[in-house]
């Protein structure tokens, strides 16, 4: 059971990125899954979920410039970044679960310059 995310980078501000996520090991299209990120040391930030039933809830302070969404068929979940900020600098996990109750993926890094 296991969740790999990719897509991170380096880019500069105003940018966009996508990250994706890809899960193994369970049932994907049954899980609400969400998207974290933690800038150290500061405390994990919901960014986004999408249930089962592809309802999807965002932090009111990304100011509808992310997108989550996900594809059953592919067992993937997806975060598109854009008008990237310097303070979106941080590593984005991926989870299972709306609070990340479940496991998580191993991050991957964004910078914004």
């Known amino acids: 059971v296991q969740l790999v995310e990719s897509g991170g980078g380096s880019v500069q501000a105003g940018g966009s990125l996508r990250l994706s996520c890809v899960g193994s090991g369970f049932s994907f299209s049954r899980y609400c899954m969400a998207w974290f990120r933690q800038d150290s040391p500061n405390e994990r930030e919901a960014v986004a979920s999408i249930d089962s039933a592809f309802n999807t809830y965002y932090s009111n302070s990304l100011m509808g410039r992310f997108t989550i969404s996900r594809d059953n068929v592919k067992n993937r979940l997806y975060l598109q970044l854009n008008s990237l900020q310097t303070e979106d600098t941080a590593v984005y996990y991926c989870?299972?679960?709306?609070?990340?109750?479940?496991?998580r993926g191993q991050g991957t890094q964004v910078t914004v310059s």
């Open positions: 989870a299972q679960g709306s609070r990340g109750q479940g496991i």
